[in-house]
């Protein structure tokens, strides 16, 4: 058992999928990095506020002792809107990588096809003819 799961986690596809994998993760951070300092503070602008602190409060909170707000229900759209940006631009770069790994494959030639051979019906009647000889 334990030969065969050395031989599946070391087939090229498994390798190629955590290396993907792996890869895609820090491109991740570099893309919410993008977004959060340099995206958002310019979409920021047009708001006048932080774009990810961005909210729709349905329901106000209070202060307590420390000045923090307790009780308040708000929706974060802000935020939410900053990860699909992520998201699509994830998306996009990815779709790009993929789109240029299959150009760099060479595309597969149509195999020749084989000579045909005689039909079940003529090598049924050549038998017949070659035993109808033989009698």
């Not at 979409?43 to 909210?55: S, V």
């Not at 909170?61 to 935020?79: C, P, T, W």
Request: no cysteine.
């Amino acid at each position: 058992m334990l030969k065969e799961f050395k031989d599946f986690a070391m087939k090229g596809n498994l390798v190629d999928i955590a290396v993907g994998f792996v890869m895609g993760a820090a491109f991740k951070q570099v893309v919410t990095s993008f977004t959060g300092g340099i995206v958002s503070p310019l979409i920021g602008l047009i708001f006048n506020a932080d774009f990810k602190d961005l909210k729709w409060i349905v329901k106000e909170g209070v202060a307590d002792d420390a000045g923090k707000m307790v009780g308040e229900v708000a929706v974060l759209y802000g935020d939410f809107i900053t990860n699909i940006i992520d998201f699509i631009i994830v998306a996009f770069v990815m779709f790009l990588i993929v789109k240029g790994v299959n150009s760099t494959k060479k595309k597969e030639e149509p195999k020749p096809e084989a000579p045909k051979g005689p039909s079940q019906e003529d090598l049924l009647a050549e038998i017949r003819d070659l035993l109808a000889k033989n009698k």
